[in-house]
């Protein structure tokens, strides 16, 4: 009984489509309830988001005083806490797809808007091109596997575009998941990453209704990474290929793909002056010891 159990094959995973997304947003204050002026007394560059994992929720701490503002209920194990382009909102996404829209303007600081945009999640982000700032927020989820563009003040969802398809290799992937998203400040852009076919998209939100999107081959096994210290170059892990993949996002193209350690895994990976080498960018590993360093001098 056990053997033929374990040879059965296993159902696939609902969808989750725009019925399904939309009949979890809510709204619930609108943006014409909303104070027209901070309301607090918050040092907001020095506002502390963190995450309590297993009891779905987050707590804001003010760092000038050291105390808790307040525990917002939230996704499961939230994964990001984004701030938005102008530092009144921040977007709090769990890895059950949740997201919360979080308002820092309010006398106390609460959730204003949240919606579910899938089953499994870990990436939220929201405009941050001048002229475009906070108008569109996007999610990128595990399963399905696809990414979400929402209005940036009340999640309204707008777009959904689906990950599947060939890999840098020419196989074809059914669910390929998307990890990291940053946004572009040199064009109306997302950056999405879809980890398991090695594809960057550069998604130019400007038409939504005519959604242009440029694709760039980096490696397979997208994970996480951050911008070099002027903004313009994005480093990402191909963690399981053991590179670092480097993204002009002015030009959009691929500046450099650059072989490291085994599995790097850089968060949003750490800027700093070498005194040898100039401007770097570095990275940690899951599977050494080892620091390595990628010069981010444009000379």
Do not use: C
Not at 178 to 195: L, Q, T
Not at 224 to 243: C, E, H, I, P
Not at 280 to 296: F, Q
């Amino acid at each position: 009984l056990m053997a033929r159990y374990i040879q059965q094959t296993p159902p696939a995973p609902p969808e989750f489509v725009l019925k399904e997304i939309q009949a979890s947003w809510k709204v619930t204050v609108p943006v014409d309830q909303r104070p027209k002026k901070k309301m607090n007394n918050l040092n907001l560059d020095n506002l502390f988001s963190v995450t309590l994992r297993d009891d779905g929720k987050i707590a804001l701490i003010d760092g000038d005083s050291k105390k808790i503002v307040n525990i917002l209920n939230t996704g499961y194990a939230v994964h990001i806490s984004r701030m938005s382009a102008s530092g009144r909102y921040m977007f709090v996404i769990g890895r059950d797809a949740k997201i919360n829209l979080i308002d820092l303007w309010m006398e106390k600081p609460d959730t204003v808007a949240e919606i579910k945009v899938g089953m499994e999640a870990r990436s939220v982000e929201s405009s941050k091109a001048k002229g475009w700032e906070d108008k569109y927020a996007i999610a990128g989820t595990y399963w399905p596997p696809q990414f979400v563009i929402m209005d940036g003040d009340t999640l309204k969802p707008r777009k959904i575009v689906s990950t599947r398809g060939m890999t840098v290799d020419n196989e074809y992937h059914p669910e390929p998941r998307v990890a990291s998203i940053v946004a572009s400040h040199f064009h109306p852009e997302f950056v999405v990453n879809a980890k398991e076919t090695g594809k960057i998209m550069m998604v130019n939100y400007k038409d939504l209704n005519n959604l242009k999107i440029t694709t760039l081959d980096a490696a397979k096994f997208l994970h996480d990474g951050g911008f070099d210290s002027t903004g313009r170059y994005f480093l990402v892990a191909a963690n399981a290929s053991n590179k670092i993949a480097v993204v002009d996002t002015k030009e959009d193209k691929m500046a450099a793909i650059v072989d490291v350690g085994k599995i790097p895994h850089p968060g949003r990976g750490a800027n700093f002056v070498h005194p040898k080498f100039g401007p770097v960018w570095s990275t940690g590993h899951l599977g050494d010891e080892s620091i390595s360093l990628i010069g981010t001098d444009p000379v």
